[in-house]
């Protein structure tokens, strides 16, 4: 049995759930003759009305989940490993770790694989969870920054690190879902705004206290100078969180509130609306181990404008699928949001380069390949000699 691990997967948006999701997919399309059917996924915090839609679309794939009640999921885990044969765990995320590693010394045979994101790893974990990382199998990062980061600061040999970068968090088939409502809803607020042709900055993220290194309010700051010379910007902020009042209040002290449009938390056919809406897809964070909204954008052909930090330039190239800047630099970033309204050809030109690089770098496709190839090496079960050569190509391709 592959036994999966996740902390939230259907019941909230953000990057980690999306991965999860994408872990799913690919698990449930892995098929081969040697391989045991069976392949259950628990789920830490979501609810049954979070998962009982969605689990559905997953036919080879069984789910529990546990609603945040930890120390029920913590059994449920024990118990699974203790009364069936697990051969292969998939620890999604750090917290968890000394599951794997206890359950090892349990069961000697069991493998053990953990997958880290970002920030979460970017500093030395308590010793429990070192312990952890050094003693898996294993460890999938979502970028070589993060896969760095794990080697300095936890110990992590570097040959046990996979590389498996994150990749569109949407089906192709529900892109076009719902789209009616959404579309009349995006039309309802530029009417509304006075501005059914103005120029749209788009932003997506959490807007929580603890991650105000996502960098909206350098947006804000910087909009006063791009006000000047694109006169019909507006800014559309999608997200929610416990830090949006400042957010509001810094527009309203910058005199830009009527410019600034915090969207709140929105459904996927709306979310996908927003996306086709933009002009300019922008992010300047400095705390993305990855960042599936640049994908997203560049799935709807947007240049993105992101911050020259962390794991963004793997995901963003300058000067082709968009600009990066110095992080917090609020001129750096106003010149950049300028440059890309004033000039339509060049924004074509960068998103089209995005989506060219969506295609051929972090398509489903590849995930899925990346997953499935790992799974069979640490099962011992050889790869089909079709899947070995697909294998080394994108093993080799430049990321």
Same mark, same amino acid.
């Given at each position: 049995?592959?036994?999966?691990?996740?902390?939230?997967?259907?019941?909230?948006?953000?990057?980690?759930?999306?991965?999860?999701?994408?872990?799913?997919?690919?698990?449930? %399309?892995?098929?081969?003759?040697?391989?045991?059917?069976?392949?259950?996924?628990?789920?830490?915090?979501?609810?049954?009305?979070? &998962?009982?839609?969605?689990?559905?679309?997953?036919?080879?794939?069984?789910?529990?989940?546990?609603?945040?009640?930890?120390?029920?999921?913590?059994?449920?885990?024990?118990?699974?490993?203790?009364?069936?044969?697990?051969?292969?765990?998939?620890?999604?995320?750090?917290?968890?770790?000394?599951?794997?590693?206890?359950?090892?010394?349990?069961?000697?045979?069991?493998?053990?694989?953990?997958?880290?994101?970002?920030?979460?790893?970017?500093?030395?974990?308590?010793?429990?969870?070192?312990?952890?990382?050094?003693?898996?199998?294993?460890?999938? &990062?979502?970028?070589?920054?993060?896969?760095?980061?794990?080697?300095?600061?936890?110990?992590?040999?570097?040959?046990?690190?996979?590389?498996?970068? $994150? @990749?569109?968090?949407? @089906?192709?088939?529900?892109?076009? %879902?719902?789209?009616?409502?959404?579309?009349?809803?995006?039309? @309802?607020?530029?009417?509304?705004?006075?501005?059914?042709?103005?120029?749209?900055?788009?932003?997506?993220?959490?807007?929580?206290?603890?991650?105000?290194?996502?960098?909206?309010? @350098?947006?804000?700051? &910087?909009?006063?100078?791009?006000?000047?010379?694109?006169?019909?910007?507006?800014?559309?902020?999608?997200?929610?969180?416990? $830090?949006?009042?400042?957010?509001?209040?810094?527009?309203?002290?910058?005199?830009?509130?009527?410019?600034?449009?915090?969207?709140?938390?929105?459904?996927? &056919?709306?979310?996908?609306?927003?996306?086709?809406?933009?002009?300019?897809?922008?992010?300047?964070?400095?705390?993305?181990?990855?960042?599936?909204?640049?994908?997203?954008?560049?799935?709807?052909?947007?240049?993105?404008?992101?911050?020259?930090?962390?794991?963004?330039?793997?995901?963003?190239?300058?000067?082709?699928?968009?600009?990066?800047?110095?992080?917090?630099?609020?001129?750096?970033?106003?010149?950049?949001?300028?440059?890309?309204?004033?000039?339509?050809?060049?924004?074509?030109?960068?998103?089209?380069?995005?989506?060219?690089?969506?295609?051929?770098?972090?398509?489903?496709?590849?995930?899925?390949?990346?997953?499935?190839?790992?799974?069979?090496?640490?099962?011992?079960?050889?790869?089909?000699?079709?899947?070995?050569?697909?294998?080394?190509?994108?093993?080799?391709?430049?990321?």
């Amino acid at each position: 049995m592959i036994l999966v691990l996740q902390t939230t997967t259907f019941g909230v948006h953000g990057g980690i759930p999306a991965y999860n999701r994408m872990v799913c997919r690919a698990l449930n %399309d892995l098929s081969d003759p040697n391989l045991d059917s069976e392949r259950r996924v628990l789920i830490a915090t979501d609810r049954r009305s979070d &998962a009982e839609y969605p689990s559905q679309s997953f036919s080879n794939l069984s789910f529990e989940v546990f609603g945040g009640n930890r120390s029920a999921f913590a059994r449920s885990v024990i118990a699974s490993v203790l009364r069936q044969r697990v051969d292969l765990l998939l620890i999604g995320h750090v917290n968890y770790s000394p599951l794997g590693m206890v359950l090892k010394v349990l069961r000697p045979s069991l493998r053990y694989g953990v997958m880290v994101h970002g920030v979460e790893v970017w500093t030395r974990l308590t010793l429990l969870k070192r312990w952890a990382l050094q003693r898996a199998d294993f460890v999938m &990062a979502v970028s070589e920054f993060t896969k760095a980061k794990v080697v300095e600061f936890n110990g992590v040999e570097e040959g046990r690190i996979r590389i498996v970068p $994150d @990749t569109m968090g949407w @089906t192709v088939d529900s892109d076009e %879902d719902g789209t009616g409502n959404a579309e009349r809803k995006i039309d @309802t607020l530029l009417t509304r705004l006075g501005k059914p042709t103005a120029t749209l900055l788009l932003s997506v993220c959490r807007l929580e206290a603890s991650e105000k290194y996502k960098g909206i309010d @350098t947006v804000i700051n &910087a909009l006063p100078s791009v006000i000047a010379r694109v006169p019909d910007v507006q800014y559309l902020v999608v997200g929610s969180g416990s $830090d949006l009042e400042r957010h509001n209040q810094l527009a309203a002290d910058l005199g830009v509130a009527d410019r600034v449009h915090f969207l709140g938390s929105v459904d996927e &056919a709306t979310l996908r609306q927003y996306y086709r809406a933009a002009n300019v897809f922008i992010l300047p964070s400095d705390g993305e181990g990855f960042g599936i909204v640049y994908l997203e954008a560049m799935h709807y052909a947007k240049p993105v404008i992101a911050a020259d930090s962390r794991a963004v330039p793997e995901v963003v190239k300058h000067n082709d699928t968009g600009l990066l800047v110095e992080y917090g630099n609020r001129g750096q970033l106003a010149e950049a949001i300028t440059s890309l309204c004033l000039d339509r050809s060049l924004r074509e030109r960068m998103g089209e380069a995005g989506r060219r690089r969506l295609r051929e770098k972090f398509s489903f496709e590849s995930f899925k390949q990346k997953l499935h190839e790992l799974i069979l090496q640490e099962l011992q079960i050889p790869l089909p000699l079709a899947q070995r050569t697909i294998a080394r190509g994108v093993a080799s391709a430049d990321l």
